[in-house]
Nanobody, 130 residues
């Protein structure tokens, strides 16, 4: 069974940090570009960050809103990606979804947006209080 399972959401004060993780099972992790999207209440799901599949050099791409504050990394041995979120702001409050697309670079995932993803997790809630 193919699954993306997120963990690490929660409540944090503005300026704080959280680390989200996503584990892929049932597929060969290294051939997937991995990314994070988020959806705030009443808003569309938006791209946050992505990291290329292993053949794409593991490059990363970030939305302007999180650049310099969020860092995405992957561990192919553990089939996981981790999103380190620092200097969190109330506007970062959203449900964060892990996504995957096979043989994809990070930039391509950002260009395609949520309609271009092949696999989705169920999401994890991040709430940043002011």
């Amino acid at each position: 069974q193919v699954q993306l399972v997120e963990s690490g959401g929660g409540l944090v004060q503005a300026g704080g940090s959280l680390r989200l993780s996503c584990a892929l099972s049932g597929r060969t992790f290294s051939v997937y570009g991995m990314g994070w999207f988020r959806q705030a209440p009443g808003k569309e799901r938006e791209f946050v960050a992505a990291i290329s599949w292993s053949g794409g050099g593991g490059s990363t791409y970030y939305a302007d809103a999180v650049k310099g504050r969020f860092t995405l990394s992957r561990d192919n041995a553990k089939n996981t990606v981790s999103l380190q979120m620092n200097s969190l702001k109330p506007e970062d409050t959203a449900v964060y979804y892990c996504a995957a697309r096979s043989i994809s670079t990070a930039q391509r995932m950002a260009e395609l947006g949520y309609n271009g993803m092949e696999l989705w997790g169920k999401g994890t809630l991040v709430t940043v209080s002011s």
